[in-house]
């Protein structure tokens, strides 16, 4: 059975940083791509970072380039979004995801994922 748990968020002050964690189990961490994607109350689901498992190749979204990285640690099976210089628009439920993205899809699409952890909240205070 796959699983995808997910810890690590709270609340911080603007400029300050977090570490989410995503400690994945059975099948979920063989997957193709794991990623990130956040939601904000009452919109929609948005594409936050991803990263390849075959190559290590990484994507982010334009608002948190150059203060996100995503990355793993194989030898716990576990996925990290490291957060820098969080911002007020950076609160949001965060969840952790794996799938086996199709060639020729895109890994910023929610819907070529299929395992998902329960969310984490990060919340930046100004």
């Known amino acids: 059975q796959a699983q995808l748990v997910e810890s690590g968020g709270g609340l911080v002050q603007a400029g300050g940083s977090l570490r989410l964690s995503c400690a994945a189990s059975?099948?979920?961490?063989?997957?193709?791509?794991m990623g990130w994607f956040r939601q904000v109350q009452g919109k929609e689901l948005e594409f936050v970072s991803a990263?390849?498992?075959?190559?290590?190749?990484?994507f982010y979204a334009d608002p948190v380039k150059g203060r996100f990285t995503i990355y793993t640690e194989n030898a716990k099976n576990t996925l990290y979004l490291q957060m820098n210089r969080l911002k007020p628009e950076d609160t949001a439920v965060y969840f952790c995801?794996?799938?086996?993205?199709?060639?020729?899809?895109?890994?910023?699409?929610?819907?070529?994922?299929?395992?998902w952890g329960q969310g984490t909240q990060v919340t930046v205070s100004s």
């Open positions: 995801a794996a799938g086996n993205v199709a060639v020729g899809r895109s890994v910023t699409s929610s819907n070529e994922y299929n395992y």
């Open positions: 059975g099948r979920a961490f063989s997957t193709y791509a």
């Open positions: 990263i390849v498992r075959n190559g290590g190749f990484t």
